[in-house]
């Protein structure tokens, strides 16, 4: 979904990976698989500076000088 971007705003859309089936390749994020905490869909981020973590939803939002990407439903694993 992308919302028009108000005055001084960038286009927005949001990813849920909970609705994609395991095994579904996203383009740059990995693979969709099962999050071993609470069971629904994700995809596994293993950030260097960070705990690791299942991605369950993300909102992006194009500005005119670059792309911010939030998590917005994620659940923290324990290192592995």
Sequence with gaps: MVSAPRAGEGAMTMENFTTLPEGFEV???????RCPRCGRNGVLERPRE????????????????????????SCELPDA
Excluded at 27 to 33: A, H, K, M, R, S
Excluded at 64 to 70: A, F, K, N, Q, T
């Design 27 to 33: 383009p740059i994020e990995g693979f969709v698989v």
């Design 50 to 73: 960070s705990r690791p973590f299942c991605l369950h939803a993300q909102e992006s939002t194009l500005f005119s000088d670059g792309l911010r990407v939030e998590p917005t439903d």
